[in-house]
């Protein structure tokens, strides 16, 4: 049976999925997104002791939309394998708690797919963004014989490295980067909830997410190196970013000044980052997006409030492709962060594995 | 008679001084600044005809605190050197009226001290910050013989520039710049009143400013720049300018990658800012702040809503002063762009010129 | 034809339609709201003299979301009866240019929809929010022979007044409305584009409105008339409104303190608000929403931003209803201005219309 | 010795005072508020068991302005009667801690001056605001007598009622209040910190908050009542709220439609609100404004982000006067919520007493 036609008839024969951290900001983003999917269906949902035993409508404090019936039912269970039947594991965890919890899964089975920071930079973890390096998952044969794990960890980058790394994607492909200066604009729903205080955001800006320059600067590379061997080896163009919160409610906004091996014009890489489809095994999935990256010309654009919705909050916007003064091009890209930055990415990551057949016995 | 002595007294013999575009954001700074000023008395305002023959209280929609009832009462007068008889202009004029207005009145002997970005980049016109490059004012003899005036064009450079420039060139005179990346995020008063429309900058960025990168890429390298001759050459290190339009009402936030000529620490660097002082001569003058800049070592400052007031809105707040991957050192600043970036900036150099006793005939 | 037959097929039977005004926020709306409409068809869009031979994808500053492509192309055309051939006329003009254009189309046979105050309370223009009054439509008779027009005006009213109507009708059916005292908090879009400067609005409160509150005080009254010979008359019961601008893009939120003839408890209000359906008329149009109010019973509901999408941006959803200390019930309405408070009620009026069969010839 | 001799000198002979919940928000604004005060000066700061023994400098999150450099050397102290030895303690708890916490203060001889809601509606407990109604503070003989203490309770109202009563109480001593229906939309920083999530309140409006609406209809009463033996007594006029939370940051705005015993037009109401200067008693101290109230005439003031700052935060800035279609006057009033709605507040009516010769020794 493939995955594909796991989607067809009236959704008992979609495999079933967890949702760890169910009841946080990025956890519901998860349930909004696993509505009505085709390949999948949510079966379990999994939150801190506080919750368990709530049902998940009672236990949560929705914050958009409209909090699907069936899933409002559910029994929020506790995060541990023990609990947890289902071997597809969407992962929402804080890092505090990833760190440990997330291996346990693992062990005992399940293919967790991971937002947090806790397992990304480790060799044999893969950093997968769909359109961008779907082929590091092979490394998880040699993560699952190492470990000795029947199931797996996949993880996705921080939110604002995967508004970035689309663009840098295609020019690396196209040209080779050598190095990016990255300041970024993000939303409040990149620190979760309640996250940031109404007293220190309205009206302001802070210039500074804890660990967040860091996770820029060394997830990149990562997405954009190679496996050798039994390891996962980051590319070598330096990066140097800057982070800031803004007063917008989803939406981080990336400007970006690059440096490249082969130079081109601003025009060139304009075109390149007008074509670019990614890699092909992200194409034609439940959640891929028509186009990873539009391309848009309008001189103010693109903006957080008003491009985040872009295929289905897949797509990353780009624009403003300029000459730079002092390295080859300029522009700057908007992404939806809950969505295409975090649970959508898993959610692709999955679909990856699913049309692989991983999950098809 | 020094201008000091011009401070004794109920105001009778402070110097009367007018301000063009007195209607608009940043004219409306100028009169709040100069409302019981020592030296200077505002005598008359002018804005466009729309305007002209009102009281001032009539014609202005006051933004912020309390309309000085003085300056409420004087007759609003056509931008028309015919009609102001003060030899001290301040202008807060729209570029497009600079161009051919400022002249006008420089040709009829007044001092301009001029906010518009029409005249800032001609060699002979000084572009002044009082703390970095107060002897450009000497290019006011070339100036004025070249072009027959019996006045003169003083600028002070655009907001953005402004904010970043001191800092700048505390750097700068210590280990010599190289290349410079800034990232700005501006306020809204900025674009003057009515300016930014709600409806596209509430919860959103705007990732663009018309025409505002060129000016910083120019302005800084010409602050730092020396005279030779008869007219003034720009410093030559190389600046790449993100502009962006955040949802704040005061206050631009920069971001900067600084490379330097003489490779120095973070920490080495972090020491010039704190102790850097400026330019003997601007200090000790009415609207001189305490500091031109202040160190905080918090590390989520500085914030534009709770720093802007600093040194009475003429001090720059720099923070997060830490290694840059690729150059030597980042940082943020943060200033307040409607005093120090613009009418508090031009007070100052007319200060300048005061203290040198340019006006004390 | 009926107008249900009508949306059969590949929209080449669909009703030609004109939008005048159409580069406003009001006429965006409409723009994207008649996009894939099974029964109308966007033939024509019109504008002020400086937007005129334009193609309208250059005219439109476009506010949100894609701009519909064959809309795009269409030249943008003078609002003019002489240049304008659809028979239904959606009107977003403001009041100045509605006063005089609209009669001008009615004589000309055109049916206008329209969103402008100016003929809102003439005794022979209904008024009409669709689930509440779509009987006062049959005043037409009497408005065309009186005017001596082949066409018609048609109005729906003020944005707030709609949002505050669908609740204050359930509860005058079942209990006769005594005196009700609103208090809105408006979203900028309300004001149009450029609308509200955001120096004016950023964490601001503005508690004026020019003109609404004797809008608002007006037409709940006539909504809930009833026509008397060749005019219709306004319900009585006593109106006192506060309007106030709030930092919010889309959405206006109404408290109201509602006393009653017929005294009932909030339990018994709650009631019959949930259960309402509105008119019969008004039910299975294209643009009616499944419900016309939603009634959310969580403490802190309902709030703008994440409820005005309830319907497709066409139910107002409502909550808090709790007795009141001074009158009978206290509540909280949202609905979505520029869809349910203007554009979307337009398009149900001339839905309910064709319903009638009106356009079927 | 006269509180006013205190004042004299240094500084060295002004009185000792403690702040409860000093790192809070409202304990923040009594730091800045005591800041030079020429009578009290900060001796002691007390919190929660987490900060004591820390610094205050190390224990707060600063918010606002800058940290005063002797209070933030000041040793947090635990909120326990036998650590602190003012006998003038400023409170700043919650209600939670406030409860249980102040009567062991007062017992213990200290006088608290409460801004928690947990004793303000006890009978002999004085709710005072200091222009309105000073005289309650006879009850305090009662109260100690009664509680055998040697200390006392002096409350001030919730943060909108203080709002509210200063035009209210104008209105009453001219007219006599019959009923008042209140709205009002209220600042993030009544929430305290970290209070209101970003993600709930950005763009967005939450039309209600907890425990709020009931205040206010208890507390407006009981400031305009009077002391009848050994209880205050409210004034027996009626109030319905509606409490709303906006975008803002600092700044409650209160809508009212206001019904009169003696009937009394719009006009002779602003003229009332015009002269109103309070009772005499609140006068010339060192945190009363020149003027409780003033009247601004301009159409679409008062705004809480401009007007706040009247009279250091202390004014009551009111406008929009105009007549009720259903009651007598409608008007919107602005005040600072965290100054003139809660620390400002507490500190008059401690120098109240102080003026009375309480603290004399």
């Known amino acids: 049976m493939t995955p594909l036609s796991a989607g067809t008839g009236p959704g008992a024969s979609r495999l079933s999925v967890a949702v760890l951290g169910a009841t946080g900001a990025v956890g519901q983003t998860f349930v909004r997104l696993l509505d009505r999917h085709p390949w999948f269906r949510i079966a379990e949902v999994a939150a801190s002791e506080r919750s368990a035993g709530r049902s998940y409508g009672d236990a949560v404090h929705w914050l958009e939309g409209t909090l699907p019936p069936q899933t409002a039912a559910l029994e929020v269970l506790p995060c541990d394998p023990a609990a947890i039947r289902s071997r597809i594991v969407f ?11 997330e291996p346990l899964f693992a062990a005992a089975g399940a293919y967790v797919f991971s937002n947090a920071k806790s397992h990304r930079m480790e060799p044999d973890v893969p950093l997968v963004t769909a359109e961008v390096n779907a082929s590091h998952l092979d490394i998880l044969v040699a993560q699952r014989e190492r470990r000795g794990w ?7 980058a921080n939110c604002s490295a995967i508004g970035a790394i689309l663009p840098l994607c295609a020019l690396h492909r196209a040209f080779g980067l050598s190095r990016v200066f990255i300041f970024t604009m993000q939303a409040v729903s990149g620190a979760g909830y309640p996250g940031v205080a109404s007293l220190d955001i309205l009206g302001n800006v802070i210039p500074h997410i804890a660990g967040e320059e860091p996770k820029i600067e060394q997830e990149l590379g990562k997405m954009l190196g190679r496996i050798v061997g039994d390891r996962i080896e980051s590319a070598t163009f330096g990066v140097s970013a800057h982070a800031n919160r803004v007063p917008v409610e989803h939406g981080h906004t990336v400007c970006m ?3 490249l091996e082969n130079s081109a014009s601003a025009g060139d890489c304009a075109q390149v980052l007008a074509e670019w489809t990614g890699d092909e095994a992200a194409r034609g999935l439940p959640s891929s997006p028509e186009r990873p990256i539009i391309l848009d010309s309008r001189s103010d654009r693109p903006q957080p409030r ?4 872009a295929g289905n909050g897949m797509t990353v916007t780009v624009g403003r492709v300029r000459p730079d003064p002092l390295l080859d091009v ?6 939806h962060n809950t969505v295409r930055g975090a649970a959508g990415a898993s959610l692709l990551n999955a679909e990856l594995l699913a049309a692989r057949g991983v999950f098809a016995s």
């Open 330 to 335: 300029r522009l700057v890209a908007v992404s």
């Open 306 to 309: 008003r491009d985040i919705g």
């Open 150 to 156: 029947s199931g797996a960890i996949i993880t996705n």
């Open 91 to 101: 992962s929402a965890l804080d890092a505090s708690a990833a760190a440990d919890v």
């Open 257 to 259: 000044s690059v440096g």
